[in-house]
């Protein structure tokens, strides 16, 4: 069983700066490929970006690319994502999740949500305009 623990969301006015954190249990986090995702209300859950079990191979969806960055420590069993330059449409709850079968799999990372096994509760991030 995988744990994970999103903070760091909050109220920003647009063309502000968060940095989100998810903090991991488990021994071979280093293993884990993760994934951020989010979920604006009566939206579906899209994704956002991705890392490799490495930390090599970040991955973003067009609509952050430039914007946000995400990496992780494994040292510290947690995963960031830096976000700049917000914009209203950020607005949601962002998830993190965890691929643990990605290592086994020779996988670097997905954009699928089907592929990650472990979610976090999630954490708000409201952007103003």
């Known amino acids: 069983q995988v744990q994970l623990v999103e903070s760091g969301g909050g109220l920003v006015q647009a063309g502000g700066s968060l940095r989100l954190s998810c903090a991991a249990s488990g021994r071979t986090f280093r293993r884990y490929a993760m994934g951020w995702f989010r979920q604006a209300p009566e939206k579906e859950r899209d994704f956002v970006a991705a890392?490799?079990?490495?930390?090599?191979?970040?991955y973003y969806a067009d609509s952050v690319k430039g914007r946000f960055s995400i990496s992780r420590d494994n040292a510290k069993n947690t995963v960031y994502l830096q976000m700049n330059s917000l914009k209203p449409e950020d607005t949601a709850v962002y998830y993190c999740?965890?691929?643990?079968?990605?290592?086994?799999?020779?996988?670097?990372?997905?954009?699928?949500?089907?592929?990650?096994?472990?979610w976090g509760q999630g954490t708000q991030v409201t952007v103003s305009s």
């Open positions: 999740a965890a691929d643990v079968r990605a290592y086994s799999s020779g996988r670097y990372y997905s954009a699928t949500h089907d592929e990650y096994d472990y």
């Open positions: 890392i490799s079990w490495s930390g090599g191979s970040p």
